[in-house]
């Protein structure tokens, strides 16, 4: 599928990446159902709630359901993201998870957009910057390093995810570094999304001194090349506001946003 029509990639996202499940599920994670609705439990440092549609629940029902995901969560003493995409229904549910207690995060833009152009494309770096695909645990911790340095924030969780993802399905995602000599100055994954013609990009971060050259660009471009190899069609970002620019230059189509709603008990 190379239509890029965004009501038709928005079709298509909702039909074959969501819910968004982990395939295989890695080592500790486990996933339960509560009507339209799956709990993704120990994939991350919080639990995480998805679906396709909600099944046309509405009024009561449907706040009965979002309560009962808040006892589950404050029963684990866990936080949970419930990731809302702006095309849900019903038009209320913003206002139903906030009056549960649940907080929303930044929002990001779902775009998509082709594999073929995107891999004809060489990566094109600044000089003394090489690409790399990695596994090893020692080469997961740089990434982590140099995301707190990006965002002042604690990573380690970033880690410990990526490695039971990889154990679990190796051909499922490629990890890719940039580097400058024994540095990570940016960073990103490719899943190959099974049973699709998808493939999902995520990271991306980039050092500040390091940006504006072209790096994350390459990153993309890398793995859009990753993706032809496996015959995928369609790439898919959940992209910050610094990015979807960038992006869309490249070629992808907005066709709706995201936001996490957090519950922390």
């Known amino acids: 599928m190379t239509d890029l029509d965004a009501s038709t990639l928005r079709a298509a996202y909702d039909a074959q990446l969501r819910p968004e499940l982990p395939d295989p599920l890695p080592p500790g994670v486990t996933v339960e159902q509560d009507g339209p609705l799956y709990r993704v439990l120990g994939l991350d440092h919080r639990g995480f709630l998805t679906y396709r549609d909600l099944g046309g629940l509405s009024g009561a029902a449907l706040d009965e359901l979002i309560a009962r995901q808040v006892e589950v969560f404050r029963q684990r003493g866990e936080a949970v993201e419930w990731k809302?995409?702006?095309?849900?229904?019903?038009?209320?549910?913003?206002?139903?998870?906030?009056?549960?207690?649940?907080?929303?995060?930044?929002?990001?833009?779902?775009?998509?957009?082709?594999?073929?152009?995107?891999?004809?494309?060489?990566?094109?770096?600044?000089?003394?910057?090489?690409?790399?695909?990695?596994?090893?645990?020692?080469?997961?911790?740089?990434?982590v390093a140099m995301e707190e340095a990006v965002w002042g924030a604690d990573r380690s969780h970033l880690a410990d995810a990526l490695e039971r993802e990889i154990a679990s399905d190796p051909h499922s995602i490629t990890v890719v570094v940039a580097e400058a000599g024994e540095t990570v100055v940016s960073a990103g994954w490719i899943r190959y999304v099974a049973g699709t013609g998808f493939a999902s990009l995520w990271g991306g971060s980039t050092l500040p001194e390091w940006r504006r050259r072209g790096i994350y660009r390459a990153l993309v471009v890398h793995r859009a090349r990753l993706a032809a190899q496996r015959d995928r069609t369609l790439l898919q970002v959940d992209a910050s506001d610094d990015s979807r620019p960038i992006l869309e230059r490249l070629g992808f189509v907005a066709v709706t946003t995201t936001t996490p709603y957090v519950y922390t008990p």
């Open 84 to 143: 809302l995409a702006s095309h849900d229904e019903p038009a209320d549910l913003p206002e139903r998870l906030r009056a549960a207690g649940f907080v929303p995060e930044d929002r990001e833009t779902v775009v998509i957009g082709p594999v073929a152009p995107l891999s004809a494309a060489l990566p094109v770096l600044p000089d003394g910057v090489r690409l790399r695909e990695v596994t090893g645990r020692a080469d997961l911790d740089r990434i």
